[in-house]
């Protein structure tokens, strides 16, 4: 049985360590952790130099996980992210050579400048935990993470990622610019002659027995039918919005039932309350929305609809928290 003032202890010093080199960016950073507790996928994206990197490989010392970078590119092939069998003159047969994919975190890099044949090489490890190559399926090291960045404003020599990719990631992460106290901390930490390399100041936080309690208590959360009957409310008022062609879907709805149950486990509880699904809401569901095109066109945003449909949602007065309730 999973100690739950355990976790929400071991959550918070991973989000200490994390903090000496990544300022201001603990909500992100939590945000990968609960992804992590319940196996997902992260796609960060916003314009380069806000930290998107740092935050990824930061996050992997922090956890003690292997961590691998692949940087997408034109010319990258399949076979450069999922490994390749290569011929020994030494031993007369061919060996495999596993690809940066193996490991615990992945750092997949302007995953949208690569071709769609690249792209659909992570498809089957994200959904799987597997890659399947000439004939052979090799399993992928546990836990596995993807953290995928791309950049929206430069669209020139991008592929878009499709929408089954997309819908692959249980969040999309939105970095955002530092505050002014923020940069200024930047500025004067890592600016001078002798600043030390960042990665040199983290520690690992977290054993796998921690990870693995900590994966154990989000699965374990209890949601009673009143908020159950809540988040449905909102996966219901994604499908009925005017402003939408296509709302969230049932495999939406399960990711943040599961991405809600983490964050109230990464706070030290059983139990789930409205206000841990209207915290995940937005990273969670917003990529899994398809406006009309008028409301392109009216400049609203898929993060503001989200948020107009969770104001829009009646919450439960009074939800009842017993284990019972969500059995």
Not at 231 to 242: A, Y
Not at 244 to 272: C, E, I, N
């Amino acid at each position: 049985m999973a100690d739950f003032d355990r976790v929400a202890e071991n959550c918070s010093r991973v989000l200490d360590e994390i903090g000496k080199v990544v300022i201001g960016k603990r909500e992100q950073a939590r945000m990968l952790l609960r992804c992590l507790s319940v196996s997902g996928h992260a796609l960060l994206e916003d314009v380069p130099g806000v930290g998107k990197t740092l935050l990824a490989r930061t996050f992997a010392l922090a956890t003690g996980l292997t961590f691998k970078r692949i940087q997408f590119t034109p010319d990258l092939l399949p076979s450069d992210v999922t490994g390749v069998n290569v011929f020994s003159q030494k031993e007369g047969d061919f060996r495999w050579v596993p690809g940066p994919v193996f490991a615990n975190i992945i750092l997949a890099d302007e995953l949208n400048r690569a071709t769609p044949r690249t792209q659909s090489s992570l498809l089957e490890a994200m959904e799987e935990r597997q890659v399947t190559t000439e004939g052979e399926t090799r399993p992928l090291p546990s836990p596995f993470m993807v953290l995928a960045t791309q950049n929206p404003i430069e669209m020139e020599g991008t592929f878009p990622l499709p929408e089954a990719q997309v819908d692959r990631f249980l969040v999309k992460i939105d970095m955002g610019y530092p505050s002014r106290e923020e940069e200024l901390d930047i500025l004067e930490r890592f600016s001078g002659p002798d600043t030390p390399v960042p990665a040199s100041q983290v520690k690992v936080a977290m054993t796998r027995e921690d990870l693995s309690e900590m994966m154990e208590a989000a699965a374990s959360v209890n949601m009673s039918r009143e908020v159950g009957e809540y988040l449905m409310s909102i996966v219901e008022g994604t499908r009925k919005h005017p402003a939408l062609l296509l709302g969230v879907s049932p495999r939406g709805a399960l990711h943040l039932t599961r991405l809600a149950k983490a964050a109230a486990a990464l706070d030290g509880r059983d139990y789930l309350l409205p206000d841990d699904i209207k915290d995940v809401a937005i990273p969670c569901l917003s990529h899994r929305i398809t406006p009309k095109s008028e409301a392109s066109l009216r400049g609203k945003t898929r993060r503001e609809i989200i948020a107009q449909v969770l104001e829009e949602t009646p919450v439960p007065v009074k939800p009842s928290v017993n284990s019972q309730d969500g059995q």
